[in-house]
């Protein structure tokens, strides 16, 4: 029973794998289709709203609330596992401090320097997991 339900589990992930990759591939290609010099640009969507004003400044304002959020979810989950609460507000000062000096590089630029760092780091706690779990079994 339990390997059918895994099964299951396995079929369903890969399905909406599938299912999102090809939403994704539409979207890119009605992009491409209908808006061809805004895959230029760091956000193609800003560039498309341009009709609108204030669809753009909507998305701006979504887009950065998300990338504040995200930051901040980071930034505790972070600071959460420090054992040493002395340390805490030290590192938390320095975080902000670091983030301050982080912003003044650009997006696009800390998109492109940060992205590969992050999916080796990536990789490599895949490969860190898979090592453990080989051990527990």
Known sequence: ???????????????????????????????????PNSLQFDLPIIKILERDKLQQKMYAIVLVIAILTSAISAGYGFLENIKNRRTYKKIAISLCIIGVGVSHFGFSNLVQVLYPVFGMIGIWQLVLIKIAYKKIL
């Open 1 to 35: 029973k339990k390997k059918l339900k895994r099964k299951i589990i396995r079929f369903i992930a890969k399905l909406n794998t599938m299912i999102i990759i090809l939403v994704l591939s539409i979207g890119i290609i009605n992009t491409m289709w209908n808006y």
